[in-house]
């Protein structure tokens, strides 16, 4: 089921915001040790806002949504990213969100992946 619906989500945004969505990007990095690769579901760019979004797509909201967003892809996007003015903010898309679900922070629930803020974790519902 989730990797159907993950399908659909890249499907769906990549109509939506065309060039702008980049799904399934492979990194590369050093973690000190080794070379270590990384791929988040999703990126997308915001121009006008200079704002990259990191996704993480999972069929029903759990923790490790926040984990891999934010101690993995946050950390090797902004070595990516380097000296740049453009911000990263993360958002986990969903087809169920159930808000008694135990999590590190509190989730923001956001209507549209335009309003993200940085700083938030935000979760954006898709189950239509």
Known sequence: ???????????RLSNQYGLSYIPSQWFSFFDGERVRYCQPDALLLFERLSLLLIVEVKYSHTPDAFWQLEHLYVPVLR??????HWKIATCEIVKWFDPSTRFPVRPVLRETLEDIKVGEFAVHILNR
């Open 1 to 11: 089921m989730g990797i159907k619906y993950e399908r659909k989500v890249h499907e």
């Open 79 to 84: 070595a990516f990213m380097g000296v740049s």
